[in-house]
Antibody, heavy 123, light 108 residues
Framework: EVQLVESGGGLVQPGGSLRLSCAAS????????MSWVRQAPGKGLEWVSV???????YYADSVKGRFTISRHNSKNTLYLQMNSLRAEDTAVYYC?????????????????WGQGTLVTVSS | SYVLTQPPSVSVAPGQTARITCGGN??????VHWYQQKPGQAPVLVVY???DRPSGIPERFSGSNSGNTATLTISRVEAGDEADYYC???????????FGGGTKLTVL
């Protein structure tokens, strides 16, 4: 059974750092595309970052240069290192497995999601 | 950057058909994926690649995509379908995923 369990959220001051973890079971993180998606309180979903199975990484403009996505293959765990945090980064952060598709030139979608971890940036 | 536009809300009576739209420039050339999110829960994939359903998703959920509009159709709506629905595409020009703003489905 596929499971994703996030941890590491909490209260942090503006300018601070936090590292989120997403422990996976039932599949191999390094063989899949993996993403972080966030949701500010009362708002919609916002894609944050993706790491491809080959190791390439991409970021939303809003977090580029401040956040880093990575994985630990032997721990089968995905990470999101968040630096220089701002109030607008306050959100529930979900990790999700992304399945690729070749339809219409290629795409990927999220078939499994974790339960989310809340990050609050406030003084 | 690519923008997806959804109506903020859609209301439908039980047993009727709900249609939730997702607008984007030439969205018909992209694969569109749809998610259902109930309060306090993680999103759930309900349609991928415009019109395919993951296992476990009722046949009442279907999708279509053409021109500048993709549509999620929910037939014979039930009270349990009340949720927020989001469309999603991959913007190949930026290697970014894009979500629509979400539509709140209310079952009257």
């Amino acid at each position: 059974e596929v499971q994703l369990v996030e941890s590491g959220g909490g209260l942090v001051q503006p300018g601070g750092s936090l590292r989120l973890s997403c422990a996976a079971s039932g599949f191999t993180v390094s063989s899949n595309y993996m993403s972080w998606v966030r949701q500010a309180p009362g708002k919609g979903l916002e894609w944050v970052s993706v790491i491809y199975s080959g190791g390439s990484t991409y970021y939303a403009d809003s977090v580029k240069g401040r956040f880093t996505i990575s994985r630990h293959n032997s721990k089968n765990t995905l990470y999101l290192q968040m630096n220089s945090l701002r109030a607008e980064d306050t959100a529930v952060y979900y990790c999700a497995r992304a399945l690729t598709t070749v339809v219409k030139g290629g795409s990927y979608y999220f078939d499994y999601w974790g339960q989310g971890t809340l990050v609050t940036v406030s003084s | 950057s690519y923008v997806l536009t959804q109506p903020p809300s859609v209301s439908v009576a039980p047993g009727q058909t709900a249609r939730i739209t997702c607008g984007g420039n030439n969205i018909g050339s992209k694969s569109v994926h749809w998610y259902q999110q109930k309060p306090g829960q993680a999103p759930v994939l309900v349609v991928y690649d415009d019109s395919d359903r993951p296992s476990g998703i009722p046949e009442r959920f279907s999708g279509s995509n053409s021109g500048n509009t993709a549509t999620l159709t929910i037939s014979r709506v039930e009270a349990g379908d009340e949720a927020d629905y989001y469309c999603q595409v991959w913007d190949s020009s930026s290697d970014h995923e894009v979500f629509g703003g979400g539509t709140k489905l209310t079952v009257l």
